[in-house]
């Protein structure tokens, strides 16, 4: 921890630690956003926009105090320093340098997905001008750059501040993107045009503070001001980015990440950022669905609770009870205790972790491996679970994904063609959609329906929340196996 | 309370003195100018400033001027407007795949019209609105677009208008150095 010191911002007194960022410290102490185009907290810092400038007055060499205008990212704090963030000159050289910038920016707000949260068109409406003053014609570039599978780069509303330059040196360690050509004819682009590849390109949409990379899956689906963004946690690796699920019309649409700084900075993968179709399929189960001899009986919910904690209080302990590893930890404690009433052990389907990436991304599709075995949950591979699914007295797969992981399928797919399992007559599954092969399916809730925890591949627990709303009478997994418990103990199991 | 009746005169319970008053209006009413109108045959006179049914402008090359960039659909008070964005090939890259507005909600304010940044939408002189089911009030984009040269005279008249505000603005910000003067003081 550095000494504070203290520091005068806008005439007041403060403290802070001596030799931090002063755009950092500003924003900290007092709450002020200082407009930034090329400064990224998680990137190295060149500061080529200038358009953090603030006034100063530091002691200068031969001991006398000096204005002067200096950009807050590459300024450090000081003995003895002043700053004044609004001051005419600091605000006069703002607004000049957003006059540069909106020179040659095309006024495609309109079809700009980056419009309304575009750090230009705020930074513009709250202090620059809306007038122009000049008569040059606009310069024309490129507007539709395919960079790879992911991004699509408009050169037209670049404003050349080189976050996505630096990106990959600082995150994934090699370069792709450069700046090209010089002056006033620099574009950003890839050597010979290649595409980008890896792991990490749709952060690049994130941290563009105009349109100039957009995503092409999100391009044109929705405008930000309609979606509703939530915080929650990412289910796709182990990893547990903090991210922020974007709804539109009860659809996620978009995921960002946010900002965790022991988990993933400000980054994520495109794993997590784009596998997001499963969770808008439609076709859900909401209620009990009994297999019977000439098709299937709904129960509802209750009815199928009553039923799975009959067969599995009769079975008691020949019931296998294996929990999804997508299973919150308070799901997972539910399992545990229906488990331990009834004289058993509770598992849970522990998929064979793939290869990571080195960066964020674990190659473990398994979310809460950690977290449930924490709790006493015992993992069980696939194979084993199919060799004892179909011996077992009565069985209860719990939780969403399982039958994906069950069968090999990719959990992020959005195909809901799981192929009938060879499951037994008193096998009862708990997942978003109907199944086949087994004796009973009961609803759940996905991972962005439910609220709950997981603890991350580093110990840390973080929460999951609800971003949409579950289907109607889908209770939450904690619920439904809670009911189950009670009805299995009306039948003589030892829950509770 | 008592309520005292008038006791009515020899000639006002005649009651023809009466019937001939209320004749004689009549006929007098009878040579005077009309001014009713007898609507669906002679339709109302249209000016610039009526705000009938909002409309699409269709460019000359056939495409609608409507980007999608969802303004009309934020701005509506009454969320009758729906909108679906999609690509295009064309120079502008943006347009929309289904624009609905469902005539039933739409209460004829033309916040659309002021919202739209470039010049898609009008309200149209178009003021019949009759239909025997929900689903035929809610009219897509192929029922909403007309051809640009029907709204000349609107767009004049909105672009005087929008003209006119934007003076007033910049008046008050010179006036007060406020960026927000007008926007707060502006009816």
Known sequence: MAELIPITINDREHQAPLGARLIDVITEITGEEIPRFCYHRDLPVVGSCRMCQVEIEAPAPGNVLRKALAISCRTSVQRGMQVWTQSPAAQNARRGVLEFLLKDHPLDCPICDKAGECPLQDYTYREGQSEGRSHDPRRKRRKRVSLGDVIVLDQERCVLCSRCVRFFPAVEGREQLQVLDIANRSVIGTFDDRPLTGNYQGNLADICPVGALTLRKFRFQARVWNTRPMPSTCTRCSRGCAIQVDAYRGRVVRIRPRYDAEVNKSWMCDVGRFTFDDWNLPGRLATGIQATAGGATDLGVDGGAQCAGQWLAEAGAAALLVGSPCLTQEEGQALLELARGLGTDAHFLAPEPGAGDGVLYTGDPAPNRRGLTDLGLTPMSPEDLRRHLSGAGASLLAGEKILHFLHGLDPGSGDVAVPATNAGPRSIVIDTHPREGFGLCLPARSAVEKGGTVRNVQGLDRRLRPVLPAPPGVPDGVALLARIATAAARHGALVG | ?187
């Open chain 2, 1 to 187: 309370m008592t309520v005292r009746r008038h006791s009515l005169s020899w000639s006002e319970r005649l009651y023809l003195p009466a019937v001939a008053r209320g004749l004689a209006i009549t006929l007098r009413a009878m040579f005077r100018p009309r001014f009713t109108r007898q609507y669906p045959e002679e339709p109302m006179p249209k000016y610039p400033v009526t705000r009938g049914q909002p409309r699409l402008v269709r460019k000359e090359d056939g495409a609608p001027a409507c980007v999608s960039c969802g303004l009309c659909e934020y701005a509506c008070p009454a969320f009758a407007i729906t909108i679906d964005g999609g690509e295009t090939e064309r120079f502008i890259e943006r347009e929309p795949k289904r624009f609905e507005i469902d005539m039933l909600r739409c209460i004829l304010c033309g916040f659309c019209e002021e919202a739209c940044p470039k010049d898609a939408i009008f309200m149209s002189q178009e003021l019949e609105l009759a239909g025997y089911t929900r689903e035929e009030h809610v009219l897509g984009l192929e029922q909403l677009l007309r051809p640009a040269s029907d709204f000349e005279e609107r767009m004049r008249y909105v672009g005087e208008i929008n003209h006119r505000w934007h003076a007033t603005e910049l008046a008050a910000r010179a006036r007060t150095g406020n960026k927000d003067a007008a926007a707060a003081g502006h009816p």
